[in-house]
């Protein structure tokens, strides 16, 4: 099975990007199931990680980094590429991971 890292943006409104990161996370995994889709930044920040804490995110990115340069591809997602995306795709292509950017937009397709 190809494993995935999902990445999407975060900072800002970060609970609003949260939901929308999770309607996306299920929507991947519905309409790839031959797929192994992780976002495990989303568990970080829902259990204790503060992304608006300039250290706490640093330590989040590096953990984003490490996980998906272990991956096979990265799927970008969302209405835009941030910086913090920027830094997961460059872990990722530094590994040779197959770089995924058809899903670029604010919300997943309508069902």
């Known amino acids: 099975m ?4 999902m990445s ?3 900072a800002g409104d970060v609970l609003g990007n949260l939901l929308l990161a999770r ?15 992780i976002a495990p930044w989303i568990d970080w920040i829902e259990t ?3 992304d608006s804490d300039p250290a ?6 590096r953990r984003d980094e490490a996980v998906a340069a272990r991956c096979d591809e990265i799927w970008l997602v969302g209405a ?3 910086d913090g995306m920027k830094r997961e795709l460059a872990a990722a292509q ?7 950017t058809d899903h670029l937009h604010k919300h997943p397709p309508e069902e």
Do not use: M, N
């Open 94 to 100: 530094g590994a040779g991971a197959r770089v995924r």
């Open 23 to 37: 309607r996306w996370l299920a929507w991947l995994q519905r309409h790839y199931p031959e797929r192994a889709f």
């Open 48 to 50: 204790g990680d503060d």
């Open 2 to 5: 190809i494993v995935c890292f």
């Open 80 to 82: 835009r590429l941030s």
């Open 56 to 61: 706490q995110r640093e330590r989040g990115l």
């Open 8 to 10: 999407h943006p975060v």
